[in-house]
T-cell receptor, first 116, second 116 residues
């Protein structure tokens, strides 16, 4: 079976410090990978998605970046955190079937980031 | 561009009564539709999806949803609510002929509260 891991679970960082959040998927190969941010416990904002190693698509301009150094590893980073980067960060994966896929996304447990 | 509307921020229902959480969508062409549930400080859990075929879709934990093409709706239902169903529910959509990445557009969420 497939599992998705995120760490850390919670993180408190000062403004201006760097950030690295990691997401890994087990039990599947060549998944599509996604980073979302959820603010105020509500709406989900898609930040990045990836269809393969080294392939990153950014959905919104921001202070964050993403990388996919391995097939099942997705990293969210920042060089200098802002107060507005606080939120609940969710990683997700879906199966890929070429370009067209209707498969649902499966979410990790999330990372609660507080920037002070 | 596709969009999802969840018109109710919160739905209150008594345990044992039927529940409905509403969702309407806008998409070019045929939609793929999904429902997710989120418990506090957790990731989203997949409940069910509509791809094609029977308009009534059955999912996890006794939930079901009915696809109505003429009303562009995909309401989530359960015949008898449980207190443990209290959570945040998200509807999501993607067009069937989308490009790469299998990106979903999520609604803003509906908080379901089931009371004794």
């Amino acid at each position: 079976s497939q599992t998705i891991h995120q760490w850390p679970a919670t993180l408190v960082q000062p403004v201006g410090s760097p950030l690295s959040l990691e997401c890994t998927v087990e039990g599947t190969s060549n998944p599509n990978l996604y980073w979302y941010r959820q603010a105020a416990g509500r709406g989900l904002q898609l930040l990045f998605y990836s269809v393969g190693i080294g392939q990153i698509s950014s959905e919104v301009p921001q202070n964050l970046s993403a990388s996919r150094p391995q097939d099942r590893q997705f990293i969210l980073s920042s060089k200098k955190l802002l107060l507005s980067d606080s939120g609940f960060y969710l990683c997700a994966w879906s199966r890929s079937s070429g370009i067209i896929s209707y498969n649902e996304q499966f979410f990790g447990p999330g990372t609660r980031l507080t920037v002070l | 561009a596709q969009s999802v509307a969840q018109p109710e921020d919160q739905v209150n229902v008594a345990e044992g009564n039927p529940l409905t959480v509403k969702c309407t969508y806008s998409v070019s062409g045929n939609p793929y539709l999904f429902w997710y549930v989120q418990y506090p400080n957790r990731g989203l859990q997949f409940l069910l999806k509509y791809i094609t075929g029977d308009n009534l879709v059955k999912g996890s934990y006794g939930f079901e949803a009915e696809f109505n093409k003429s009303q562009t709706s995909f309401h989530l239902k359960k015949p008898s609510a449980l207190v443990s169903d209290s959570a945040l529910y998200f509807c999501a959509v993607r067009p069937s002929l989308a490009g790469g990445g299998n990106k979903l557009t999520f609604g803003t969420g509906t908080q379901l509260k089931v009371e004794l």
